[in-house]
């Protein structure tokens, strides 16, 4: 797949090839923008964010709507203007405020997905890639080449279909097939799989996670599906407010959240108020009070809160342990009963009444269902409780 | 190509050919809008001063001459009576078809599409002639069959005239409906698919009957659409010259936009300083129109919904089904075909009479029109070229002030907007009458030429252009352009390849309309053409008053068949390809 003579330098040379030598393809200096919505009330989109991707690395911007993920990645493809900062791909500036540098998308080393396809309507499959292809400045091999990138996401058989004769998914597949068809250095993906229905949005990220392996470009992900983040994911951005909160791999993010907001948004939560009493003695442990009842934490995680403090606890629904009977006595330990039962196939979901709350707990054994109105402890390790200060 | 990914000029560059490739459309647009903005502004302007100046004094003498006339209290009560029913008639007719084409299983697909074409197909001036030859009192051809078939049968109620009279208050009106229904029907069916219809159906499902469902529903949420119409179908009435023209003068109904073409055309010296004065009326009655429309969709907050498309269960109508839709295609039928026969029948004859013997069938009259050297002939070639030129330049201009408006935040741009669209607002009577005042003589003198014609037209016919325009560019949408680009696309390459194929149906139709409107047009034509530029809009106004009917009706059904044909290749042309796939 030599590249024709003249042609575009980065595009055409392997991705891993080209960033042998530098260790990131997307480089965001304070990025910032600014909307003003139609009463002329301001809103900042992107607040001062500062991001770097390496080569090969996918990394997944993470958050609700308006928490300004897709501006982000639209300011990154060149499609809208951030008022301040620096963006550099593949080592050379693309965006500088400072110094009036602001080029086009199509003079960006990018290829991207959006969420609604966006395929050309008047172009078959084929055409939709060639021109993708032609338009990157290939002028040699252009068949071999978009014959290639619709084998490669398993579509060769629509080639002369127009999209109106395609199903969401296969459509999907062209925009994937249009966006790696130029061996790109940086994809980005603007939630393309939100369209799809469930199973074929399954098959579609498992194929793009082996795709990103393969061609090893640099991506930027953009969804607000916790799930998909987590698994697609070499480093998962949660973003609030237009800004970056947290920036790690996707099992840190989980398993340590830097906050409150983070550890409610990627996975579920039991979300209590609580107010530090102290440490306990003779232990690492710290007690809060709650509407359970004393709670213990392990004190690193709440170290930093003196007695007295205003906080919120966090516990995952799967550290949540309920047994039939008595459980020993103990710290983090309480009498509930079960007021709903959930059963999801591969597990069970629990809503269980302890004094006047109601806890969300979740179970992988689905054999032995527990009953609604039945008796239960509730326990949980002082480990796997979250401690925050309540803001 | 390395230039392009490497390379490639930050936006400050300042080489002139960077510049010209970056900024030169825009340049090009902003000169265009403001020409545009000036051809429209500056001639109502003057227009506005002649009222009130007279030799650069303030004076008021022309509206004292015109209220001074015993007969203006009549002229505007008739006015009112005329396009006032004619417009609630036409919304109701209308707002029952697209409920029946839309909700019920009376639909007709092939209506639906068909039934807003109908005025592109039969240009007014062939609707109202066709007419005025179908229903005259004693030579229509209606009454003719009609009273053969009752003659046969012995029943002698009508022996020489009946039993329609369409020279009359229901004929005018009903003529007026027959054309004002598309215009009402385009928008109300629009908002009744756009309309969730989940809405209803949750109506239903919680128990209401169908009626209350229309009503405490469906009702409610196309109103902002129904408001429009009436907006659309009240100042369409107003500026319609075509129809009272024909039918008002021979029932001696007199409406504001015949009398003013009258005081310009047929009074000498020409009483402008009374019609500037008498189209303020029209002006107020636009206001109030207007005032109506904001009146009904402030009232509250109407929730746009972006539905998915929906599959609405078709309310089952039994037996009433056959006859909604015998509705539909009587005036399908009435609004096209039957006036265009009638227009041929007349033209095949020497004289128009209600004596019809096989001697009198002939194609001289038809002949006539395309041999030798003469004023017809002259207006025919002219319009059809005006025509090509004005939808030509006319969909040029919308596109560019269309793509200047998407493209760009700001005062200016909204500016040019609302510009575009404001001469729908302004009868076509108004607009014509301040084209002769500002153009025709200093400092333009463009009196009589073909040139005064075109900036007319260009003018009164930029709303239509410019929301077949928008609309096109609406459907390209923003993801599809910015496909392009990040895909590495110049931003010439995305227009030439994406924009425009993408545009093409909507430019087609636009493009028809234009033809259409402008090769019909009766009244700028009327009062800006003369005897060395004829285009067909005169010469009808004045074979018309000379009353040679078969010439008459030579002409408009020439007329009819061009705009036939045109709106059926171009319809035909930008749904085949790939542009059809694209329209899909």
Redesign the interface.
């Known amino acids: 797949m030599r590249a ?1 003579a ?6 055409n040379v392997p991705a891993s090839q080209v960033n042998a030598a530098q260790d990131v393809t997307v480089q965001v200096w304070n990025l910032k923008k600014e909307f003003r919505r139609l009463g002329g009330e301001q809103v900042t989109a992107v607040n001062d964010v500062s991001l770097s991707i390496s080569p090969g690395q996918l990394v997944v911007l993470l958050g609700p709507s308006g928490c300004g993920k897709t501006t982000l990645l639209r300011c990154i ?3 809208e203007h951030p008022d301040a900062g620096r963006i550099e791909i593949n080592g ?1 500036c693309v965006f500088d405020s400072d110094e ?13 997905m ?3 396809y ?6 078959t499959a084929y055409k939709n890639v060639e ?2 292809v032609k ?3 290939y002028l040699k091999d252009v068949d071999a080449r978009v014959t290639r990138a619709l084998a490669q996401v398993g579509i060769p058989q629509l080639r002369d279909q ?1 999209p ?1 004769q395609m199903s969401g998914g296969q459509q999907q597949r062209v925009a994937l097939a ?1 966006s790696l068809a ?1 061996d790109p250095p940086v994809v ?1 993906f603007d939630e393309p799989l939100s369209n799809v229905d469930a199973k074929v949005r399954d098959q579609l990220r498992q194929e793009l996670v082996s795709m990103q392996r393969t061609i090893r470009f640099a991506g930027v992900y953009v969804t607000h599906d916790q799930l998909e983040a987590m698994q697609l994911a070499d480093r998962l951005a949660v973003m609030d407010n237009g800004r970056i909160v947290q920036l790690d791999t996707p099992i840190q993010v989980y398993r340590h959240p830097v906050s409150r907001y983070v550890a409610c948004f990627v996975g579920q939560a039991n979300d209590l108020q609580a107010t530090v009493t102290g440490p306990v003695s003779g232990t690492d442990r710290i007690e809060l009070g709650t509407v359970l009842g004393p709670l213990h934490a392990v004190s690193e995680r709440g170290s930093a809160l003196p007695a007295g403090a205003k906080a919120r606890v966090i516990i995952r629904p799967e550290d949540i342990k309920l047994t039939v009977g008595n459980a020993p006595a103990g710290s983090n330990v309480w009498r509930g009963s079960i007021q709903a039962v959930m059963f999801s196939g591969a597990h069970v979901e629990y809503r269980v009444r302890v004094g006047s709350h109601q806890l969300h707990a979740r179970s992988d054994t689905n054999r032995a269902l527990l009953r609604e109105g039945e008796e239960v402890s509730v326990a949980f390790d002082p480990a796997v409780v979250y401690v925050f200060p309540d803001a | 190509m390395a230039a392009v990914l490497e390379g490639a000029p930050p936006t400050r560059d300042g080489t002139l050919l960077h510049f010209l490739k970056y900024r030169g459309f825009g340049i090009a647009s902003g000169a265009v809008a403001i020409a545009f903005i000036f051809f429209f502004v500056y001639p109502l302007t003057r227009m506005l001063y002649a009222a009130f100046f007279k030799n650069g004094v303030f004076s008021t003498v022309s509206f004292q001459e015109t209220f001074a006339d015993p007969h203006l209290a009549e002229l505007l009560r008739d006015t009112a009576i005329v396009t006032g029913l004619s417009s609630v008639v036409a919304m109701s007719v209308a707002t029952l078809f697209a409920w029946l084409n839309e909700r019920t299983d009376a639909a007709m697909g092939w209506v639906s599409k068909l039934l807003p074409l109908v005025p592109l197909m039969l240009p007014p001036i062939a609707l109202s002639t066709g007419w005025f030859f179908l229903g005259h009192e004693r030579a229509g051809l209606l009454n003719i069959g009609m009273r053969g078939l009752t003659g046969a049968l012995g029943i002698d109620l009508w022996a020489e005239q009946g039993p329609i009279n369409i020279a009359s208050w229901g004929g005018l009106i009903f003529v007026y409906t027959l054309y004002l229904v598309p215009f009402a029907y385009l928008l109300v069916a629009a908002a009744f698919r756009n309309f969730d219809s989940s809405l209803e159906e949750a109506s239903r499902v919680a128990g209401a009957g169908a009626w209350r469902t229309f009503r405490n529903v469906s009702a409610p949420g196309i109103l902002p659409a129904i408001a429009a119409a009436l907006f659309l179908v009240g100042v369409t009435a107003l500026s319609n010259f075509s129809i009272p023209v024909i039918i008002g003068t021979v029932s001696r109904i007199d409406v504001l936009s015949v009398r003013i073409v009258r005081m310009v055309r047929d009074a000498y010296p020409p009483r402008i300083d009374e019609a500037v004065v008498l189209s303020f009326f029209i002006v107020i009655a636009v206001g109030v129109l207007f005032w109506l429309q904001r009146m009904i969709t402030a009232r509250r907050r109407h929730v746009t919904i972006s539905g998915k498309s929906s599959y609405a269960s078709k309310i089952p109508l039994g037996r009433w089904k056959w006859v909604a839709r015998t509705l539909m295609l009587v005036y399908l039928a009435a609004a096209s075909v039957v006036p265009l026969l009638g227009l041929f029948f007349v033209s095949l004859q020497r004289f128009w009479s209600s004596h019809i013997t096989r001697q009198s069938f002939t194609l001289d009259v038809l002949q006539a029109l395309f041999t030798g050297d003469n004023l017809t002939k002259k207006a025919l070639q002219t319009s059809v070229f005006l025509g090509i030129v004005g939808a030509t330049l006319g969909i040029l201009i919308a596109t560019m002030l269309m793509l200047y408006v998407r493209q760009r935040k700001g005062t200016f741009p909204r500016l040019v907007d609302a510009a575009a669209k404001a001469p729908s607002a302004v009868s076509h009577t108004v607009l014509g009458l301040a084209m002769v005042i500002a153009l025709a003589g200093f400092p333009f003198y463009l009196a009589g030429t073909l040139t005064i014609l075109l900036i007319a037209y260009l003018v009164i016919y930029m709303p239509q252009a410019a929301i077949s325009t928008g609309s096109g560019i609406d459907q390209v949408g923003g993801e599809l352009l910015e496909a392009s680009s990040v895909a590495g696309a110049s931003q010439s390459r995305t227009f030439f390849r994406i924009t425009l194929p993408l545009m093409r149906p909507a430019l087609a139709a636009g493009w028809a309309l234009l033809f259409v409107m402008m090769v019909g047009d009766l009244t700028a034509s009327a009062l800006l053409a003369t005897n060395a530029n004829p285009v067909v809009g005169f010469v009808i106004y004045d074979i018309f008053n000379s009353a040679t009917y078969a010439s008459l009706a030579a002409i408009a059904c020439v007329v009819g068949t061009i705009s036939f044909a045109v709106v059926c290749a171009v319809l035909a042309f930008s749904r085949s390809g790939a542009g059809g796939q694209a329209s899909q």
């Open positions: 024709p003249g042609a575009g330098s980065s595009m493809a060149g499609l050379k009036g540098i602001r080029l086009a998308p199509e003079h960006r080393a990018v290829s991207m959006f969420q609604s966006a395929l050309w309507p008047h172009m021109y993708a338009s990157r400045g127009y109106s249009r130029v980005l």
